[in-house]
């Protein structure tokens, strides 16, 4: 139930109106997918770069709902899953999780 972000390059130009119409969900190949929010941040030429949020997380769903809308996602990155942010890590990097905040978020108590 946390909530994911990612910031994607799209090939064709979304339509507002379509993308405002995500947060009440979307079904799409016969799959009904939760609300997600999503952002038009840029135009660059034929690409377009996009934020999203969603909490499902399903398999390919980015992919998927953006196909559903006629759009090619060419480029996807992960922001930050739940209270977690990624942007400072590099490619193959990893960081530890504190203990006491990983509890904090799992709801237990850290002691």
């Known amino acids: 139930g946390w909530l994911r972000r990612y910031r994607f390059r ?3 130009g979304p339509d507002p109106g379509r993308l405002g119409r995500l947060e ?3 079904t799409g190949g016969g799959v009904a997918y939760g ?10 030429g034929a690409n377009d770069w996009l934020t999203v949020s969603l909490k499902e997380g399903r398999n390919r769903e980015i992919r998927k ?15 930050a899953y739940g209270p977690f942010q990624l942007g400072g890590l590099g490619r193959g990097s990893l960081a530890e999780v504190p203990a006491k905040v990983l509890a904090e978020q799992l709801g237990k108590d850290p002691r």
């Open 10 to 12: 799209v090939v064709g």
């Open 65 to 79: 709902v953006m196909e559903h809308l006629g759009l090619k996602v060419n480029r996807l990155i992960r922001l």
């Open 35 to 44: 609300p997600i929010r999503a952002r038009l941040d840029s135009r660059r």
């Open 24 to 26: 009440q969900g979307v």
